[in-house]
């Protein structure tokens, strides 16, 4: 079982509607975690930071992290064509380690007009 | 112009031959790092280095080299490439902050293909 498990999709949806992504892990350590989007030909850029359980607001961006379940989510409200992109999540035990980073494979998501 | 850069961004070549690829940045962080993108597996970290003179292994290195030639360049070799490197190879870039998220700076990627 991999450490952590995101489903890639790809998602479909119309624009304006609200989109869910997500991933699951198994290790309890994790405090920090974070949604990375790439667009097609691009890298990844950061997009939302959490610390450990709760929810953070961006916009129209909401991380959420339940720790009791290990899955942590992102919502994409009135979603937009410009947010079609592979979402990566990624965890750590440690804050600002890279070098023990965890990646997803990424959610691919297509926001159609 | 990108604040990391990426050279070249796409590459042909085959089995055996040298392969180096370059990164520069402009974001003057001291923490650089290759990574390898590839389906199905994801990104995984094959060298990464924290200042000039430090240089560590990460996840996959066997069969790639690094250069740290300064703090903006850092360079990932293939001495003798082969086919299972074909992969999207990506340079990223960190610093300190507070709080420190080690938020990555990703260059574009650059696409090599073994043949």
């Known amino acids: 079982q991999k450490e952590v498990e995101q489903d890639p999709g790809p998602l479909s949806v119309p624009e304006g509607a609200i989109v869910s992504l997500n991933c699951t892990y198994s290790?309890?350590?994790?405090?920090?975690f974070m949604w990375y989007r790439q667009y097609s030909r691009k890298g990844p850029e950061l997009l939302m930071y959490?610390?450990s359980s709760g929810n953070k607001e961006d916009g129209r961006f909401t991380a959420q992290v339940d720790k009791s379940s290990k899955y942590i989510s992102l919502f994409i409200r009135d979603s937009q064509p410009s947010d079609s992109a592979t979402y990566l999540c990624a965890m750590s035990a440690e804050g600002g380690n890279n070098r023990k980073l965890i990646w997803g494979l990424g959610t691919s998501l297509a926001v159609n007009p | 112009d990108a604040d990391v850069t990426q050279t070249p961004r796409n590459r042909i070549t085959k089995t055996g031959k040298r392969i180096m690829l370059e990164c520069s940045q402009t974001k003057g962080h001291d923490r650089m790092y290759w990574y390898r993108q590839d389906p199905g597996l994801g990104l995984r970290l094959i060298y990464y280095s924290f200042d000039v003179k430090d240089i560590n292994k990460g996840e996959i290195s066997d069969g790639y080299s690094v250069s740290r030639q300064a703090q903006a360049k850092f360079s990932l070799s293939l001495e003798s490439a082969i086919p299972n490197q074909t992969a999207l190879y990506f340079c990223a870039t960190s610093e300190l902050t507070t709080p420190n998220t080690g938020e990555l700076f990703f260059g574009e990627g650059s696409r090599l293909t073994v043949l």
């Open positions: 290790n309890s350590a994790f405090q920090y």
């Open positions: 959490t610390y």
